[in-house]
């Protein structure tokens, strides 16, 4: 029997938001520190959000390019198990806060899969990578898909498909790519940053189905 797909549901803005996506059976939920983002959340609220979090269910903190103060501002308000690095990052930069911590790699323009190996071990104390629709350094949460069959089977460490994944198109996307993890924001909201409760549910449903 293969390993169940792990789910993380980003830009998760409430505490009802998030338990309805626990209940659902996702194993971590994203909280966005990227001010420009339309699913933003102060440090206060997201505390409380993740306070809110049954165990075992992961709080994830996603930055763009944010200063080191500010990273730090916000783990010393937030308990987060895992940071997540969407800009221009350095290894040295994201290995500071002595957290766990994901890398998200933009694929528009990414066919090649030297080039993939070549920044995953840019990264050598990442836990995973996370491949997105968008261009390389830039925020992700744009709804739309790239080609799934640009990743490689096989890869150094585990990756985390992000990227216009819906309930309609998940069971797919994780068939397709087998990869380690799914990351969905727009595709089960009823408006940004808000979650709806029946795509959740349906998302949650259909990569069980890939068992």
Request: with cysteine; charged share 15%.
């Amino acid at each position: 029997m293969r390993q169940r797909c792990r789910v993380k549901v980003c830009g998760v803005t409430s505490v009802s938001d998030a338990q309805i996506i626990s209940a659902a059976g996702a194993d971590a939920i994203g909280l966005v520190f990227y001010s420009k983002s339309s699913r933003y959340v102060t440090p206060e609220r997201a505390a409380l959000i993740a306070k809110s979090l049954p165990p075992f269910v992961a709080s994830v903190g996603l930055f763009l390019d944010a200063e080191a103060d500010v990273v730090r501002s916000v783990l010393a308000q937030v308990p987060l198990n895992l940071l997540q690095f969407h800009g221009s990052e350095t290894a040295e930069f994201c290995e500071q806060f002595n957290k766990p911590y994901l890398k998200a790699l933009g694929m528009l323009g990414m066919t090649d899969a030297d080039a993939l190996a070549s920044y995953m071990a840019q990264y050598p104390q990442a836990q995973a990578f996370l491949v997105d629709s968008h261009a390389p350094g830039a925020a992700g949460g744009t709804g739309k898909t790239f080609d799934w069959q640009t990743l490689p089977k096989h890869t150094m460490r585990p990756l985390i498909l992000a990227g216009g994944l819906k309930p309609d198109n998940v069971q797919e996307a994780i068939l397709t790519t087998g990869v380690y993890a799914v990351d969905v924001s727009t595709g089960v909201e009823a408006s940004p940053g808000i979650k709806d409760p029946m795509k959740v549910q349906a998302f949650m449903q259909n990569v069980y189905k890939t068992l």
